[in-house]
C-alpha cells in the first residue's frame, strides 16, 4: 500500500509568513508523529497524535507551532511568523498504534523541505 | 537526560570491506532501538528494531545487535548502494512516544 505522503516537497518562504505543511499517514495508522531535522542535527521530535487522544505537544519549539489532525487522518503542522531557524526539513511519521506508539515502528514520509529567507 | 550518540560520523569503505556502526545510548529504562537507513533528500527508511539485551536482527549484509549500553550495526561485504546514513533512534520509558535520534553516521561505499 502507500507509504506516508507529505506536502509540498519543498517550500520556500519569507520571514514572518505562516506556512502549512501537510501529511497523509498510511492508512489504517492511528498513530502520528512530527519531526524536525536541521542541517547537521538529529531529528527532534515535536508533536504526537494518537486517535482522539489529546495530542502530545511537549516537542514544540514555541508557541508559533501547532499542529492539527482531522480524526485519524490528514495532519498539519503551522509555522506562524516563519524566522530563519525555522529552515529544516519537517518530517511525518505514522505507526498503527495498537501499543499505543509504545515500541511501535514509526514509518516516515519523504518530508518537506522548508527554507526560510 | 537521555542521550544516544553514533560513531563514526563518516565512514569511507571499498566494496567488500566488512566494518561496524556504533550506537551508544544513555536512558532510563529501553522501550526499543530503532535502526533507519537515510538516502539523500528522502525520509528515514526503516531497517530494524531491537528491543532486549542479547537481541540480533539481519537483513541481507546488514546485521543489528543489542547490548546494555549500545548497539551496532555490521555491515558485511559492502556495495556502493549500501552508501546512505544510517540513523539510530531509541525510545525510552521517561519519553513517551518521541523517538530520540541520533545524528547519523554518513557511509560510503567506493567501487
Known amino acids: 500500500g502507500a507509504g506516508v505522503s507529505q506536502s509540498p516537497s519543498n517550500k520556500v518562504t519569507e520571514k514572518g509568513k505562516d506556512v502549512e505543511l501537510r501529511c497523509d499517514p498510511i492508512?489504517?495508522?492511528?498513530?502520528l508523529y512530527w519531526y524536525r531535522q536541521r542541517l547537521g542535527q538529529g531529528l527532534e521530535f515535536l508533536i504526537y497524535f494518537q486517535g482522539n487522544s489529546a495530542p502530545d505537544k511537549s516537542g514544540l519549539p514555541s508557541d508559533r507551532f501547532s499542529a492539527e489532525r482531522t480524526g485519524e487522518s490528514v495532519s498539519t503542522l503551522t509555522i506562524q511568523r516563519t524566522q530563519q531557524e525555522d529552515s529544516a526539513v519537517y518530517l511525518c511519521a505514522s505507526s498503527h498504534g495498537l501499543a499505543g506508539g509504545y515500541q511501535e515502528t514509526q514509518y516516515f514520509g519523504p518530508g518537506t523541505r522548508l527554507l526560510v529567507l | 537526560e537521555d542521550q544516544v550518540t553514533q560513531s563514526p560520523e563518516a565512514l569511507r569503505l571499498q566494496e567488500g570491506e566488512s566494518s561496524s556502526l556504533n550506537c551508544s545510548y544513555t536512558?532510563?529504562?529501553?522501550?526499543?532501538l530503532f535502526w533507519y537507513r537515510q538516502d539523500p533528500g528522502k525520509g528515514p527508511e526503516f531497517l530494524f528494531t531491537?528491543?532486549?539485551a542479547g537481541e540480533e536482527k539481519e537483513k541481507e549484509r546488514l546485521k543489528a545487535t543489542l547490548t546494555k549500553k549500545e548497539s551496532f550495526l555490521h555491515i558485511t561485504a559492502p556495495k556502493p548502494e549500501d552508501s546512505a546514513t544510517y540513523l539510530c533512534a531509541v525510545q525510552a520509558i521517561n519519553s513517551g512516544y518521541a523517538l530520540n535520534f541520533g545524528k547519523g553516521t554518513s557511509l560510503l561505499v567506493t567501487p
Open positions: 536512558v532510563s529504562g529501553l522501550r526499543g
Open positions: 492508512s489504517g495508522h492511528t498513530a
Open positions: 531491537l528491543y532486549s
